[in-house]
DNA sequence: AGCACACTATCAAAGCTTTGATATCTATAC
DNA sequence: GTATAGATATCAAAGCTTTGATAGTGTGCT
């Protein structure tokens, strides 16, 4: 039960994503989207025609979680799901025209923080950074 | 809408605390907590008799996420909560006694993550990574 | 052909989180 | 004493996420 805060750097890479995370919903708001809707979109107009499983790995989420957003997009008219031609099991999902209308407002706004966030470290520093957070990542 | 995934370092830094709370979601289950119940098992330990409203400042969520957590807690018999001497508009918040063990089995569990991750850091390192993530912070 | 394995989608249940809105009580200022 | 401001709890709605379970479909091995 004793371990000093010092050194729980869990707290402060929660800390830092939660920031991160509060930002961005704030950006992506103004185009009526959500942090994951806005993922699913980004992700969505890399590789049009992308199954939901896919989207989820791409994403890094469960795809009955990338179902759910997908379901709520469909509901907003910003992509559409479509039979796949042989693949009956699958189904073809494409953004809209609203749907990259409301990722370009999305991204314009989320491209500032991430821009605001970089611009505060040299690019040695980024690569620091990056480095540490690998093996923090790998350490668990 | 073009910048290269390399400088977003937002990535990096969400890859990173999904895998902890991952693996520390699995960690605290053994004691059938979830990640936010067990941090607010700790703080209430920590500030016995904490109201709600300051527990979820604690925890650095909503009042409202609190009451459910608690609200969970209290069905499961982990705390118990009556109404403050004078502050008739308060609930005082207390550990049961079941509430102390599962705490106690949940954060050796925890610990050990955190201990894993801390020893894969030299000390410098260590207080290389907290400052660039405060300065993550700050800069959004 | 037949069978096992892997992948796809989807329903259901439980839980966390947020914003917005309401009601009550305390404390401080006038 | 009253009024305003601050704090507390709580209801409701919307959305994300997970685990567990079900069902159809494609692929490759025997």
Redesign the interface.
């Known amino acids: 039960?004793d371990?000093p805060p010092e050194?729980?750097?869990?707290l402060?890479?929660?800390?830092?994503?939660?920031?991160?995370?509060a930002?961005?919903h704030a950006a992506v708001k103004i185009a009526g989207l959500t942090v994951p809707q806005y993922a699913a979109l980004l992700a969505l107009d890399a590789s049009p025609g992308i199954s939901a499983a896919a989207l989820a790995r791409e994403c890094?989420v469960t795809p009955q979680a990338m179902n759910v957003v997908l379901k709520n997009l469909l509901e907003h008219g910003l992509i559409e799901r479509s039979p796949h031609q042989w693949h009956r099991t699958m189904l073809e999902t494409h953004l809209t025209d609203a749907g990259r209308e409301a990722l370009?407002v999305a991204?314009?706004a989320a491209?500032i923080?991430?821009?605001?966030?970089?611009?505060?470290?040299t690019p040695e520093?980024?690569a620091?950074?990056?480095t540490?957070?690998?093996?923090?990542?790998?350490?668990?």
């Open positions: 039960m371990m050194e729980r750097l869990g402060d890479v929660k800390r830092a994503e939660q920031r991160l995370m930002a961005k890094l370009r991204d314009e491209v923080i991430e821009r605001r966030i970089a611009d505060a470290f520093e980024r620091t950074l990056r540490l957070l690998a093996r923090f990542t790998a350490a668990i």
